[in-house]
Each structure stands twice: as C-alpha cells, then as structure tokens.
C-alpha cells in the first residue's frame, strides 16, 4: 500500500520561497524546480525507508530522513502506523544542520 504524503507548514514555506527566488530570475526554471521536486516527493509513497537517516538524526531523538533535490535536503519522516510520509522541511544545503527547532 501506497504511503500518503503530508507536509508541515515549514516546508511548504521553504518551498514557495525558493520557488520565489529562482522566478526572480526565470518563473520558468521555478516551475521546473517546483514539479522537480514534487516528483522526488511522490517517490516517497513506495519505499520511504530506503534513504539514510540524517546526520542530525540521533541528536534530534527523532528517525528523519532526506532526499536531495538539486541543492536542497527534503527532511522527512516516516509514520508507519499512520501510513504517512511527513515531509518537516526543504532545506538549502548551505545551511546550517538543522536543529530541533527547525522540524518541530
């Protein structure tokens, strides 16, 4: 059974920002960037154990995962007995590792 894709608020917002800013520059390369990464998203609905936990993963007590898209960490979590796959933030690799803060 397909796992269902939920996420945060944060991610969202990471989202639409980023997409805001390469639009800036072409609302064509945001648009491909957005389906991008809603592509790599829904191929969390099969198998969304098969990417390593995060580096943060053991300071934060909680098992978050990543994918990569283009620059970007896709931090998500995995809620087997809800079935559901909870996508925390999209988060610019430059970044600072993330904290506890940053996924709630």
């Known amino acids: 059974m397909a796992f269902k894709i939920q996420l945060a608020d944060a991610a969202v917002q ?3 920002e980023f997409a805001d800013r390469i639009a800036l520059n072409s609302v ?3 648009r491909k960037w957005v389906e991008g990464l809603f592509r790599e998203i829904e191929t969390l609905r099969e198998l969304p154990h098969r990417y390593a936990l ?5 300071q934060l007590k909680r098992e978050l ?3 990569h898209h283009h620059s970007h960490r896709v931090i998500y979590e995995v809620h087997d ?5 909870y996508i925390a933030r999209v988060y610019h690799g430059a970044r600072k ?5 940053d996924v709630g």
């Open 97 to 101: 590792p993330i904290t506890k803060k």
């Open 54 to 58: 995060i580096p943060e993963a053991g």
């Open 14 to 16: 990471d989202i639409s």
């Open 65 to 67: 995962r990543s994918i």
């Open 81 to 85: 007995t809800e079935n559901t796959v």
């Open 28 to 30: 064509v390369e945001a």
